[in-house]
């Protein structure tokens, strides 16, 4: 069964370092999305990415964050410059809609961002 | 935007019993998801159950889109069900996000 996968499972970097999370959604799916949980939290909406370009952000999605499609597989969220408080874990999540029957969105295994 | 509240925060329950988790929502949705989070962090899905019922083996799922609630039930329990288990709906116009709730923390003792 298809499914997104990412990497690294766990990254460790000093505050100020610049880190990139990779996702490589369901090949089929044209939806795109980041999502983090703070330790002991409930996870949160970052952005969402659809034909190249954001289509929705959080206000948590400030100017530290970006995300791209490099190329036909991969999607990635890049962190500039990493604070503290950005330790979490990332998820990266595809659906093959935004509406209808295939709206429903599928996780990947997660990325667990510790910063220093 | 929607706001969700899962009830009851913690639930601990023996082998073998049967546990239903609320989910309620505030407004309309096109889309809800339930996932368990499990003790390595990774998010299994569940149902996609904007509305109606399903059911998958010891777990099913009914949500009241008009009401707007879901139900999550668990039959028969086993200790491989503790984990957190997380409702996330999706408003109508509210984009492709899913808001998800704190979510119901269960533990289930052998």
């Known amino acids: 069964e298809p499914e997104v996968t990412q990497t690294p499972s766990h990254q460790v970097t000093q505050m100020g370092q610049e880190v990139i999370l990779r996702c490589v959604p369901i090949s089929n799916h044209l939806y795109f999305y980041w999502y983090r949980q703070i330790l002991g939290q409930k996870v949160e909406f970052l952005v969402s990415?659809?034909?190249?370009?954001?289509?929705?952000k959080s206000e948590i999605f400030d100017d530290q964050f970006s995300v791209e499609r490099p190329d036909g597989s991969n999607f990635t969220l890049k962190i500039r410059s990493t604070k503290l408080e950005d330790s979490a874990m990332y998820f990266c999540a595809s659906s093959e809609a935004i509406s209808g029957d295939y709206n429903e969105q599928f996780f990947g295994p997660g990325t667990r961002l510790t910063v220093l | 935007g929607i706001q969700v509240e899962q009830s009851p925060p913690d639930l601990i329950l023996q082998e073998g019993a049967n546990s239903t988790l609320r989910c309620n929502f505030s407004?309309?949705?096109?889309?809800l998801q339930w996932f368990h989070q499990n003790p390595w962090g990774q998010l299994i899905n569940l149902f996609y159950i904007p509305s109606g019922t399903k059911q998958n083996g010891r777990l099913s799922a009914t949500t009241v889109a008009t009401e707007r609630y879901s139900l999550l039930y668990i039959s028969s329990s086993q200790t491989t069900d503790s984990g957190v288990y997380f409702c996330a709906p999706r408003g109508d116009n509210q984009g492709g996000k899913l808001i998800f709730g704190q979510g119901t923390e269960l533990s289930v003792k052998p």
């Open positions: 407004d309309s949705v096109n889309n």
């Open positions: 990415f659809y034909n190249n370009e954001i289509s929705e």
